[in-house]
């Protein structure tokens, strides 16, 4: 076996220290900890590159091997060549470790504990046999789970996704969503590039975000767009109530950054901008689980005070599971068909009167209306009435005594809060959704969520079953198309509701779905 080049040992105290982003030199975070990048089958700009972000981090890493490295980092070498290295060196390191372990710690911002997939092995590991993950194209095939393995990865590509959502270019964020997914529903955290093979959705962009991470802890095209400061003006501006990403795009052309300069502008808001940029500080806090109980409740006593008998249900991200959320959802229906009807502007009303509600916009259903026909829908989530409402809930006495921090990105302050006072309520959004009991099934999945769940569920009801899905009911397409030319009122659905609708209404209602059902949904 042919021996590494050997090595010149000298003392070395650079490694004690390590530099920020300006370049200063700060003490180690681990001092305990001193590690040393071996350079063969690396490289030289690569181990320059590591090290550099390893000081960053914290860590101290010598530029030579000395009798304080602690932990020897190699990479793509076996055991027994380190091994047989060292032999020829009067140092020998406690720990002979893979590079693994060094990103694993970059990922972490600490040593990670050494496992024995970390210990360098005397015969690399086959390729061939690394466990190479399966999963289902389709998000709504899988299973979906609170438990992330790889929160990293997923946390990034999410990063990316909502800029590129935030710029107007869905189909970026859609890859980068789908891509996320699929991470997320792995069974194991992802160690190695190869354990990916075959996966669906990891297009080329995603692949090099997540070779990125495994190999330097972290994705440099994230981490620059943490610091953009459109990416961060975006966030901000739309972090307002009734602000979507082409207003804030316009602001920001017209020189607008910040909610101070908003403020200042002398801008024309609407009710609703008003409202968000009022209660901007509480709207952008998270709402805990117990927040959105309390707010059932309350809707509750107002729907059945209005309706008897009527029921409501819990959904959005909630329902799935989740603890926190941005918004409360809840839909609202009645065992009897039509008895649902006008009963919107009476809960709306009571709670106004019960002082609930700072803000409030209703909109009618439209889906199918007896003067003008099915309508065209606003956008493609559905045409149930509807309340989007801004709802004050009183704060529990733990809760009443902390104020909001000012939000800040990168030091950069992006929330204009008011003086800090005792208020004993917080504002937070809930959205009301009214449904027939007929399309209750339908509507209750459609607001579950989340949303990519959604747009794939129907994307597979298309592509796979020939059939369109909506938040209203499920259509058979092929059965359609045999009405289109003389058939009967044909309405196929699941979950046991069959909604029986005259033969033209039907044919103008699923004409857009018609046209488009070889397209995602």
Known sequence: MVPLKRRKLVPSHAGNTGTNLSGEKV????????LFLLERKMGASRRAFLSQLGRKKGFQVEEMLS?????????????????????????????????????????????????????????????????VFSVPSYACQRRTTLDNHNTTLTDALSLLAENAELSDEEGRG???????????????????????????CLGEHSLRVVKDILENGASSEAE???QSGRYNALKALTGIFGVGAKTADRWIREGIRSLQQLQDSGQTLNRAQQAGLEHYDDINQPVTKAEADAIGEIVERAVVSVLPGAQMSLIGGFRRGKLTGHDVDFLITHPEEGREVGLMPKVVARLESQGFLLYQKTTRNSYLESNDGPARPASNIDRFERCFSIFKLAKEEKRGATQPETLTENGVQIL????????????????????????FAFALLGWTGSK???????????????????????????????????????????????????????????????????SPI
């Not at 259509?475 to 029986?500: A, M, R």
């Open 67 to 131: 009798k304080s490295v602690t932990h020897l980092i190699s990479e793509n070498n076996s055991g027994a060549e380190v091994r047989a290295w060292l032999d020829s060196q009067d140092q020998k390191p406690a720990h002979l470790l893979d590079i693994s372990w060094y990103t694993e710690s970059m990922r972490e911002g600490h040593p990670v504990e050494i496992l024995d997939r970390h210990k360098l092995q005397d015969q690399r590991i086959n390729e061939a046999e690394v466990e």
């Open 416 to 439: 204009q809060t008011k003086p800090a006072r005792h208020k004993p309520w917080r504002a937070v959004r809930v959205d009301l959704v009214v449904s027939p009991i007929s399309q």
């Open 27 to 34: 003490p180690a975070k681990f001092p305990q900890v001193v």
């Open 224 to 226: 620059s767009t943490k």
């Open 452 to 518: 990519l769940f959604e747009r794939e569920l129907r994307r597979w009801a298309g592509h796979e079953k020939a059939m369109s899905l909506s938040s209203h009911a499920l259509y058979d397409n092929k059965q359609i198309s045999e009405s289109d030319v003389g058939g009967g009122d044909i309405c196929t659905s699941w979950f046991g509701v069959h909604p029986t609708v005259r033969e033209e209404r039907l044919t103008r209602l699923l004409s857009p779905y018609r046209r488009t059902k070889r």
């Open 174 to 200: 859609v890859a980068f969503r789908r891509a996320a997914a699929v991470l997320k529903a792995l069974p194991k955290p992802v160690t190695s590039m190869s354990q990916l093979r075959g996966l669906p």
